[in-house]
Every structure is written in structure tokens, then in C-alpha cells.
């Protein structure tokens, strides 16, 4: 079935740190895809998505690209800041989104140090 | 405030006592999900609704119910809980068809089955 597979954490990177998380998914179709945030405590917040391929999305310094020839959709912030430890989920829109359904890759924690 | 809400926010509980977790939206969305949040698995859909009245199973519907009286409410119900069912759980809300990446997730209830 339908799939997202994102590098496993924990990562840990000190302040200032360049930040890439791989996510890489099943081409079923030409699936929106998302990466969500969540912080501490929190539900989930949409961080950034892209609809189609080459759409790059970007939102609080972070960036991906949405890359059809590699089926990928890596996350990257130039930049990492301590306010940004938190768990990251790539995400794909099930075939056809009808159900509501996103498909979760299982989370990639990250911790920022000073 | 646009905001989803779910009651209560810990729940201890003993295998076999019938508990329903509370989900409250105020954004006249049609769409609400319930999803379980487990180490190494990711988020993964119980059910949906796409309105009143309308429920559908999603990827992992055993030993959960769901009801969709009034279009605000999406409660969780467990019949029979077991130990299995100790996780995280999260209810999101969207607005409709096709529009799944605009989904807003409550804050939580972490659910402990002894």
C-alpha cells in the first residue's frame, strides 16, 4: 500500500546547524504532499506542503521540494534554532483524499541544543 | 479561536471499563478523523466522518466506535478497552473534500489501559 518512510531520529544538532530529514514516498499517482510539527505537548500544525512536482514549500525558514524523479520530499532549514526541537512528520494525501486520510511517515524527533 | 478540543486530556483506566473521549470543533467543518499515535508507528487513522451521520473506518477501526450526532462532535468510544489500546490518541478536523493538508488536530489524550 501507500507509504512514507522518513529517516529515523533521534537527531540532535547544536544551534545554528544546517537541518535535513529525509522523506521519501510511494508514487501512487501524484500525491500533495506535507510536512507537519509538533511541538511538546501539542497536536500537529501544518509546517509546509507542495501539490505538484518541483513546488517547493516553505514556511518559518524551512524548505522542501517536491522531487517526482526521486520520489522524495527532504525537509531543510539553513539554519536550526532551539525553539525548533520538536517531532517532524512527512505526510502524503491518500489517492484521491476523499477519505481524509494522510498517510504519516512515523516521525523524526528532533532536539536543538545551545 | 479556531481550535479542535478533546476531553479529557489523561485517562487511567482498567481493561473492560466502557470510556468515551470527548472531540469538539468550532469551524462548521464537515470532515473530523480520529488518529493513535504510537512509538516507531507514526499516526494512524481509527475512523472519519465526512458530516452528520457519515463514519467510515479507517486504517485501524478495531475496538473503537465513533458517532457522528451533530457536526461539532466526533467522540471516541471504547467498549471493552485493553492494554493494547494505550496510546496517544489525536481528532482532527477539516473543512472538506480535498482539503485534508488543512487539517487542525486537538491537543491530545493520552490514554493509559492497565
Known amino acids: 500500500g501507500d507509504s512514507v518512510t522518513q529517516m529515523e531520529g533521534p537527531v540532535t544538532l547544536s544551534e545554528e546547524a544546517f537541518l535535513t530529514i529525509n522523506c521519501t514516498y510511494t508514487?501512487?499517482?501524484?500525491?500533495?504532499l506535507f510536512w507537519y510539527v509538533q511541538y511538546p505537548g501539542e497536536g500537529l500544525q501544518l509546517l509546509l506542503k507542495?501539490?505538484?512536482?518541483?513546488d517547493k514549500g516553505s514556511n518559518k525558514g524551512f524548505e522542501a521540494t517536491y522531487r517526482k524523479e526521486t520520489t522524495s520530499f527532504h525537509l531543510e532549514k539553513g539554519s536550526v534554532q532551539v525553539s525548533d526541537s520538536a517531532v517532524y512528520f512527512c505526510?502524503?494525501?491518500?489517492?484521491?483524499?476523499?477519505?481524509?486520510?494522510?498517510?504519516f511517515g512515523k516521525g523524526t524527533k528532533l532536539s536543538v541544543k545551545p | 479561536e479556531a481550535q479542535v478540543t478533546q476531553n479529557p486530556r489523561y485517562l487511567i483506566t482498567v481493561t473492560g471499563k466502557k470510556l468515551t473521549v470527548t472531540c469538539s470543533q468550532n469551524?462548521?467543518?464537515?470532515?473530523m478523523s480520529w488518529y493513535r499515535q504510537d512509538p516507531g508507528l507514526g499516526l494512524r487513522q481509527i475512523y472519519y466522518?465526512?458530516?452528520?451521520?457519515?463514519?467510515d473506518k479507517g486504517d485501524v477501526p478495531e475496538g473503537y466506535k465513533v458517532s457522528r450526532k451533530e457536526k461539532r462532535n466526533f467522540p471516541l468510544i471504547l467498549e471493552s478497552p485493553s492494554p493494547n489500546q494505550t496510546s496517544l490518541y489525536f481528532c482532527?478536523?477539516?473543512?472538506?473534500?480535498?482539503?485534508?493538508?488543512?487539517?487542525?488536530f486537538g491537543p491530545g489524550t493520552r490514554l493509559t489501559v492497565t
Open positions: 508514487a501512487t499517482g501524484y500525491p500533495s
Open positions: 505526510a502524503r494525501m491518500n489517492y484521491g483524499g476523499s477519505q481524509g486520510n494522510l498517510i
Open positions: 482532527a478536523s477539516f473543512p472538506g473534500q480535498g482539503r485534508a493538508y488543512e487539517q487542525y
Open positions: 507542495a501539490t505538484k512536482a518541483d
Open positions: 469551524m462548521n467543518h464537515e470532515y
Open positions: 466522518s465526512m458530516n452528520v451521520e457519515v463514519t
